[in-house]
């Protein structure tokens, strides 16, 4: 089946290190992928888009790869903080459907 | 602007009641999407629109209605609420085209006993 994993676990990491999450994804062509943010009791809140064709996007702390190869996009928030406590949701989308597929989202937390 | 904005933003029906959800949106994006969010499922999407006078069925549109009469709004309607709908509901937009993030509003809690 189809299916979009992230790490399941929360990740607790000391303020200032870098953040690293994962989103695996299997039997997809993808087109696109994406990572949102999602803050208790609110929306989520897009951040970054890589394509197919892409290996890296950055934007300020954060940075993100997709390998094709391995089918695996890796999230990275540089010198956190304690801000950006929050789930981040990855989503793909297939190169032939109109829809996001969703993950379930790992929960980050940054420790002062 | 507002972005999207939901109303209401908690509700609580006893089952076979009906209710609609609104969503509006002030960027003038040309499609629009209901989610619904649970706890181990993730983000599955109920119905989108990919412009105004037009639907689609989406991954669980099973229970649910909607319209998308104005360009701006996107209305989720359930006909006859069932406990299995209690749930956490996400309206979003996108502009179109070429431009893929979705725009959420802050959610509607629906609790159905």
């Known amino acids: 089946s189809q299916k979009i994993e992230q790490n399941s676990e929360a990740l607790n990491i000391q303020e200032g290190k870098t953040a690293t999450l994962t989103c695996n994804y299997t039997?997809?062509?993808?087109?696109?992928l994406q990572w949102y943010r999602q803050d208790p009791g609110r929306g989520p809140v897009f951040l970054l888009l890589?394509?197919?064709n892409e290996k890296e996007k950055r934007k300020e702390r954060l940075k993100v790869t997709f390998d094709t190869t391995l089918k695996q996009s890796l999230f990275h928030i540089t010198a956190s903080q304690p801000a950006d406590s929050a789930t981040y949701l990855c989503a793909l989308k297939a190169g032939n459907n109109r829809k996001l597929i969703w993950g379930l989202g790992t929960s980050l937390a940054v420790n002062p | 602007n507002a972005g999207v904005t939901q109303t209401p933003k908690f509700r609580v029906l006893k089952t076979g009641q009906s209710m609609t959800l609104l969503c509006a949106q002030d960027m003038n994006h040309e499609y629009m999407y209901w989610y619904r969010q649970d706890p181990g499922m993730g983000l599955r999407l109920i119905h989108y629109s990919v412009g105004e006078g037009t639907t689609a069925k989406g991954e669980v549109p099973d229970g649910y209605n909607v319209s998308r009469l104005k360009k701006q709004n996107f209305l989720l309607g359930l006909e006859s609420a069932a406990p299995s709908q209690t749930s956490v509901y996400f309206c979003?937009?996108?502009?179109?085209?070429?431009?893929?993030?979705?725009?959420f509003g802050p959610g509607t809690r629906l609790t159905v006993t």
């Open positions: 890589i394509r197919e």
């Open positions: 039997n997809y062509s993808p087109a696109y």
């Open positions: 979003a937009s996108r502009p179109g085209g070429t431009i893929y993030e979705q725009y």
